[in-house]
């Protein structure tokens, strides 16, 4: 712990240099040291993130004092780039000392970020170990991935104690966050142990054999796939059921699966899809470890015995399950990858934070199933998507306002769209600390801040601003007019 109290007295020094200078820039200071001040004071996000990057370079043990002091005494805009250069640049040692120092009822989401962020490092077990026991449940989820980062499968025992409160995951409805905990530490458990349980208990049985044989390892993901058997198949990540059985002989025309190569194809993309979907939504959440899913495809009959949800949707997760139902009636082949990507997204999204707005939940699925690594968006598809007249009278300000599950109207594509427009944005518009950004304004709808007032303050300009800054961003998108 020496370690991390010397951090700590550096750090306290530091933010007390940056809280003095604000007034008075000191010719003491190098000039990376006062690149870092003048772009603090200024409140230019991309210039506090240059002036780190460059002091990082020059003065690398400054990065670390500096970034904390932009943490406590900065605005809400600039945590965001503080955790970013702390994420990239602090060693295990500093992120720990950092997180426990910070007070948990003010930096809710940085903890969660900086926490997350000691899984990467090596040698870090104990200090790992403090936050499973962290006053805030949430930065506990952080820990139990954390543990799966190490790749230490005697680690196991250490999320056992005590068990996740969770007894069947697919099965029991999950509300609070507590849920996500628990989801956190089996998705970790499952990924240390190989061991396939379907509920706490068979986790706990299974500890007290280990390292016994495993009666459920997790299917292997390049094992080849056969056919379903009695309707189910289990999978690398999923746990595949017909209900009723016959939707499997939709499903098999549908999809042309005539054979059991047909059939590992068809799993063999499923699988690829969600690799894909954790990969690139783990550069916001920190590399995802997901419990089993369950995937449900479905008739039009059994979807609407599913609770009532509108026979137009083709395919829905249940909140706070590890469940994807699809109507196999209603899907296109020809979209079945995206649709599957974005119902997964939300599953991953939902593990990560307990309310979220339609829009925003909407936005993430659209924007990372269809735009994974560059938006997908160009000027023209904009304008038949129908989004031109959105667009100039303020696209976060329309979108925003669409946060009731399941409102049905002939706008609904329309709202759809518009919200994965604004995630795209959001991603890959040029703004700086992007994915801490995005997360902290997650956080912040996640504890009931209205919309206007969590983008503003995390964005740290107004939303006619922002909305401004989307519109010039989508006209300036590559294929456009020539
Ligand atoms: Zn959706």
Redesign the pocket.
């Known amino acids: 712990m020496k370690n991390v109290r010397g951090i700590l007295a550096r750090l306290l020094a530091a933010a007390i240099v940056l809280a003095a200078l604000a007034h008075d820039a000191d010719a003491l200071l190098t000039s990376g040291q006062s690149s870092v001040v003048n772009a603090f004071n200024s409140g230019d996000d991309r210039a506090l993130v240059n002036a780190l990057d460059s002091l990082a370079i020059d003065d690398r043990p400054h990065v670390i004092e500096y970034s904390l002091g932009v943490l406590t005494r900065g605005a809400p805009h600039q945590r965001p780039v503080a955790v970013a250069a702390l994420v990239k640049y602090a060693d295990g040692a500093a992120l720990a000392g950092i997180a426990a120092q910070l007070r948990p009822e003010l930096f809710q989401d940085e903890r969660r970020e900086l926490v997350r962020a000691m899984g990467s490092r090596k040698g870090v077990l104990p200090a790992i170990q403090q936050f499973l026991r962290d006053q805030d449940v949430l930065v506990r989820a952080a820990a139990a991935a954390c543990i799966a980062d190490q790749k230490d499968r005697s680690a196991v025992g250490l999320l056992l104690n005590p068990p996740p409160s969770l007894v069947d995951f697919t099965e029991i409805e999950g509300d609070g966050e507590d849920h996500l905990y628990a989801v956190s530490a089996i998705g970790a458990i499952r990924a240390l142990s190989g061991f396939n349980a379907q509920n706490t208990n068979e986790i706990l049985d299974w500890w007290r054999r280990a390292p016994g044989p495993l009666s459920q390892s997790v299917p292997a993901s390049d094992v080849k796939i056969k056919a379903p058997v009695n309707a189910r198949l289990a999978t690398h990540s999923f746990e595949i059921r017909f209900d009723p059985a016959e939707a499997q002989r939709i499903l098999e025309d549908r999809m042309h699966l005539r054979s059991d190569n047909d059939w590992n194809r068809f799993i063999q993309s499923m699988e690829g899809s969600a690799r894909q979907d954790r990969a690139v939504a783990g550069k916001i959440f920190g590399p995802v470890y997901a419990p089993c899913c369950r995937v449900v495809f479905a008739t039009r009959q059994t979807v609407a015995a599913c609770g009532g949800v509108s026979e137009s949707y083709g ?3 249940n909140w706070g399950r590890m469940t994807i139902t699809i109507n196999v009636e209603m899907f296109s082949p020809i979209f079945w990858q995206i649709m599957f990507r ?2 997964y ?2 599953v991953v999204h939902r593990n990560q934070f307990v309310v979220q707005p339609r829009w925003l ?2 936005g993430l ?2 924007s990372l199933s269809e735009s994974p690594f560059r938006s997908s968006w160009t000027p023209h598809r904009i304008a038949s998507a129908g989004l031109a007249n959105a667009l100039s009278l303020g696209s976060l300000s329309a979108t925003t306002a669409w946060i009731n599950d399941f409102h049905t109207g002939d706008d609904e594509s329309v709202s ?1 769209a518009l919200s994965g427009l604004v995630l795209d944005y959001l991603r890959f518009g040029g703004i700086p600390a992007s994915e801490q950004r995005l997360f902290a304004l997650m956080g912040q709808l996640n504890r009931g801040k209205q919309p206007r007032q969590a983008i503003e303050s995390v964005y740290g300009v107004s939303l006619e601003k922002l909305d401004a800054d989307l519109s010039q961003w989508a006209a300036g998108l590559p294929g456009g007019a020539r």
Do not use: D, G, Q
Request: cysteine-free.
């Open positions: 395919a829905f997760t974005h119902e997204i939300h939940s909407e699925a659209v759809y």
